[in-house]
């Protein structure tokens, strides 16, 4: 595998990061930043390249780079995050595409979308209907990829497409019957085991909060890469949400 992957160092203001579906508990910013490095070194240690986007320590959310960048192919496509206070996250995003050389388009207003809700499986896009990615944003979406399919997702209960499901290398997809409606999902038995990052052939990055769903994948042939990501798991944030990768 050679990639990059788009990663954001989290900065001293984390704690303040947005919380809708969850309690507000307690981020330990020193330990999310030692769990995030750890993260990276897991994307490197499986052949992704790291590039940093610029520092925003100014904003809580920004280490959650998934939210505001869809890469499909050589496009990639900005979002316009539906909380207002995430749109300033996109500039540094867009620096770092346009220094990839890729195909860079942009979600306008009144659209709204974040990346959480965006799930590629092939050549079908799923897209959540969210509180975050609303009709419009979808639909600018499907017209920047117009060689995909793109599909929208009811949600229930649950803050991104991607807090709900994901997909396995071979594109079954994983993932909370009680958030969404999608057929043949293979249901984990813990909430974060909806989770995966492929990271090529039988790899796929996962949180260590789901040792029984890590367990699961094993006996189906996979290498799960398991990072611990307790303190933004606080923040309704998972293991997709810290990266964006690029082949």
């Known amino acids: 595998m050679s990639g990059i992957a788009l990663v954001r160092k ?33 994307l ?54 346009q220094d990839l050389g890729l195909d860079v388009r942009r979600i306008e207003a009144p659209g709204t979308l974040d990346g959480g809700d965006v799930l590629q499986v092939g050549q079908t896009v799923y897209v959540g209907r969210s509180a975050r990615s609303n009709d419009e944003g979808i639909a600018q979406l499907a017209a920047a990829l117009p060689d995909r399919t793109v599909v929208p997702v009811e949600l229930r209960g649950v803050l991104h497409l991607k807090s709900a499901v994901t997909a396995l290398p071979d594109g079954t997809l994983i993932g909370d019957p009680a958030f ?38 094993e006996a189906r042939g996979l290498s799960p890469v398991k990072v611990d990501i307790s303190e933004f798991e606080k923040l309704e944030g998972c293991v997709t949400c810290l990266s964006v990768l690029i082949m």
């Open 180 to 217: 969404v409606d999608l057929p043949g999902l293979l249901v984990p038995p813990e909430e974060a085991g909806s989770h995966v990052v492929p990271l090529g052939g039988t790899r796929l990055l996962m949180a260590a909060s789901a040792p029984r769903t890590a367990a699961l994948l």
């Open 10 to 42: 989290p900065g001293p203001r984390l704690a303040d990061g947005l919380v809708t579906h969850l309690e507000r508990t307690p981020v330990d910013p020193v330990l999310a930043l030692a769990q995030h490095a750890a993260y990276v070194a897991a």
């Open 44 to 97: 490197e240690d499986n052949g992704w390249r790291a590039v940093h986007l610029e520092a925003a320590d100014e904003l809580p959310d920004a280490p959650f780079v998934e939210d505001t960048l869809v890469v499909a192919g050589r496009r990639a496509v900005l979002t316009r995050p539906g909380a207002p206070e995430r749109r300033p996250e996109v500039d540094s995003t867009a620096r770092a595409v």
